[in-house]
């Protein structure tokens, strides 16, 4: 199963908008609504953001939200803030009855 | 309070073998399907394995298939991950979560290297 395709790093200042892509195929994000989001602070466990594609669990802001269309999914964060910045990764439920992640995207923010 | 506590990590030589537990609190265990995913030095995280609720069906990375296996103890809320015929590739920070879909519990890892 090979993995997400995420870009290796985005950027964006306090305030702004920043959206992440995942890009899958129809095994996998094609398949399904079965996409997540995590976030990473260094030396932490992943936090999940986003799941089903759009729910946020129960404490994490209304600044995430999650979209997806065909086989892309992607994370937007809105109205940035310092501690926005960590590693964010994709993950999708496949049909092999599998989970896959993505590369992992570098958030700075300016 | 709600949590997943990871031990038996340490340091293997290659073809060596180790057991990770994940002990689990705050929560219906029983109820809940559980992963295993790794992650190496600097890099991203890799899905290892799964185990349904009731140990019934359990899945498994390719990478690793054939050489761990995960099983659970629903009476001691607990799951195991045991790693055989380790390489240097398996060297990573090993996590427990909860669920099998969207990981929404992760325990703090613990960490496997292999090395000669």
């Known amino acids: 199963q090979s993995a997400l395709t995420q870009t290796a790093s985005v950027s964006g200042s306090p305030g702004q908008s920043i959206t992440i892509s995942c890009t899958g195929s129809s095994t996998d994000i094609g398949a399904y609504n079965y996409v997540s989001w995590y976030q990473q602070h260094p030396g932490k466990a992943p936090k999940l953001m986003i799941y089903d594609v759009t729910s946020r669990p129960s404490g994490v802001s209304h600044r995430f939200s999650g979209s997806k269309s065909g086989h892309t999914a992607s994370l937007t964060i809105s109205g940035l803030q310092a501690e926005d910045e960590a590693d964010y990764y994709c993950?999708?439920?496949?049909?092999?009855?599998?989970?896959?992640f993505g590369g992992g995207t570098k958030l700075t923010v300016l | 309070e709600v949590q997943l506590l990871e031990s038996g990590g340490g340091f293997v030589q290659p073809g060596g073998a180790l057991r990770l537990s994940c002990a689990a609190s705050?929560?219906?265990?029983?109820?809940?399907?559980m992963s295993w995913v790794r992650q190496a030095p600097g890099k991203g995280l890799d899905w290892v394995a799964s185990?349904?609720?009731?140990?019934?069906?359990?899945y498994y990375a390719d990478s690793i298939k054939g050489r761990f296996i995960i099983s659970r103890d629903n009476t001691k809320n607990t799951i195991y991950l045991q790693m055989n015929s380790l390489r240097a590739e398996d060297t990573a920070v090993y996590y427990c979560a909860q669920d099998r879909l969207s990981l929404s519990l992760w325990g703090q890892g613990t960490l496997v290297t292999v090395s000669s």
């Open positions: 993950s999708s439920y496949t049909t092999s009855s599998t989970l896959v």
């Open positions: 185990i349904t609720s009731s140990s019934v069906n359990v």
């Open positions: 705050g929560f219906t265990f029983r109820n809940f399907a």
